[in-house]
Nanobody, 121 residues
Framework: QVQLVESGGGLVQPGGSLRLSCVASGSIFSILDMGWYRQVPGKQRELVATISSGGYTNYADSVTGRFTISRDDAKNTVYLQMNSLKAEDTAVYYC???????????????WGQGTQVTVSS
């Protein structure tokens, strides 16, 4: 019923920038919190940044000052602008969202399929 599709990943040199996008589609009534997480092989998935429906943002210490999360509710889209990228930012980045399918229904949590970001010279 609901799909989250990420785009914008790729290979970038250290110090470079990338912008990730995630579009939610399906029978959506409203989207609450949205966020980005990342995972490298052998490690747990970790929070990168979140943004509430009211625009409140939260960042992992490792990306504060370099990454910016934003959302466009008219497009059901969340973005992650990544600047000053480092090799340690290399990971699969996943989109996450809490979505309501009806006014009186509780929200459910959804994940995208992930997009690879590789920072290397």
């Amino acid at each position: 019923q609901v799909q989250l599709v990420e785009s914008g990943g790729g290979l970038v040199q250290p110090g470079g920038s990338l912008r990730l996008s995630c579009v939610a589609s399906g029978s959506i009534f409203s989207i609450l919190d949205m966020g980005w997480y990342r995972q490298v092989p052998g490690k747990q998935r970790e929070l990168v940044a979140t943004i509430s429906s009211g625009g409140y943002t939260n960042y992992a210490d490792s990306v504060t000052g370099r990454f910016t999360i934003s959302r466009d509710d008219a497009k059901n889209t969340v973005y992650l602008q990544m600047n000053s990228l480092k090799a340690e930012d290399t990971a699969v980045y996943y989109c996450n969202a809490d979505i309501k399918l009806g006014k009186w229904r509780p929200s459910a949590n959804y994940w995208g399929q992930g997009t690879q970001v590789t920072v290397s010279s």
